[in-house]
């Protein structure tokens, strides 16, 4: 599907059909493409934790205050960040270059997140933000839905998953076979109002 | 171009074609697709200072650091968004729907955002952080290309686009004609150190 026509179809939907599964592979190709997701120099600090499973995906719909989503859905994603990415061996996020950009890297990584806990947790929402919309439209590639999900008992399903210290959970994405059709939109603020040329 | 491929082929670019011109129709049709991007309870709280003249881009090019993106790049768009958002009359979120609803909507915002700065901070960089993913691959679409920046003087970077008070600069996003092939990417980490199967 092109990029256009999955913007104009994407929506939060919340029927999925409960019976329909996804194979393994489709999971790995999904996340294949979406781990080419920009990262702010490539720090690569989301962390995706998939499930499929119906016992897991029935308590994280009780974590998600009772909402249908994850327990109907097939594929479950909730995108954490590691708020220590910046900090782990970072040269290898630059594998492929040569030794003075990867430790012009590492220095650059040091001066904007070291003792910096806003600018690390701003990067955590933003890298997972951006993934989310990834998985988002590579579920219409797959003729597939998805609902964004930030309405949920933060500590159940940190416990749920077993989320590390120093890690924290930006948001979740639910992918399914939706049953009928999504809601109409809420009804888009016109362009004029949150877009401005040059200034606001 | 369809999702899969844009996702793969979507690089930061850092040359761009000074020359190149985007034409104000498609700057409107880019931006129309990405505000179909969500927002938590449609809230829309993302603001969109766009550019192309080139005084202002080579202002913003020297508030990011002499990093030459703006200045080459044809559409410069700064993603900004209003703290206040959730609490601006946001029965209109919803102005397709019934007034019930409308108000389930109002009365959620304030119970997650009301009195809570990190969420309504966190919020900010999650809604800007979609729609950026949504440029990046709509300009892919466009047979353009992109550049997400967040090196830049937060203070100058705020002067130019006269933010307003209680607004954040979430991200930028540079889009143009590149000139030649992007470098080669740093590496991806394997599949298996960033996505797990049922909890970490």
Redesign the interface.
């Known amino acids: 599907?092109?990029?256009?026509e999955?913007?104009?179809t994407?929506r939060?939907v919340k029927k999925f059909d409960p019976s329909h599964k996804m194979s393994t592979d489709e999971i790995?190709t999904l996340?294949?493409?979406?781990?080419?997701?920009?990262t702010?120099y490539?720090q690569?600090n989301?962390?995706?934790?998939?499930?499929t499973?119906q016992e897991?995906k029935n308590k994280i719909s009780i974590a998600a205050k009772d909402q249908p989503q994850p327990k109907d859905g097939s594929l479950v994603i909730v995108l954490c960040a590691d708020l220590d990415a910046w900090n782990k061996d970072p040269t290898?996020?630059?594998?492929?270059?040569p030794p003075e950009r990867r430790e012009l890297?590492k220095k650059s990584l040091e001066v904007k997140y070291s003792n910096n806990p806003q600018n690390i947790?701003?990067e955590a929402?933003?890298?997972?933000?951006?993934?989310?919309?990834?998985i988002?439209?590579?579920a219409?590639?797959m003729n597939l839905d998805s609902c964004?999900m930030?309405g949920f008992d933060y500590e159940k399903l940190a416990e749920?998953?077993?989320?590390?210290e120093n890690?924290i959970i930006?948001?979740m994405v639910v992918i399914g076979k939706r049953i009928g059709e999504p809601?109409?939109?809420?009804?888009?603020?016109p362009?004029d109002e949150?877009?401005?040329?040059?200034?606001?």
Not at 1 to 4: G, I, S
Not at 125 to 134: K, L, M, P, T, V
């Open positions: 599907m092109d990029v256009f999955a913007l104009k994407r939060a790995k996340l294949e493409h979406v781990i080419l997701s920009p702010s490539n690569q989301w962390r995706f934790i998939f499930t499973e897991i290898r996020y630059w594998m492929h270059h890297v947790r701003d929402i933003r890298s997972c933000s951006i993934a989310a919309q990834s988002m439209l590579a219409k590639h964004p930030i749920i998953i077993k989320l590390p890690h930006a948001l809601m109409s939109r809420g009804g888009q603020l362009l949150v877009a401005f040329e040059n200034s606001f």
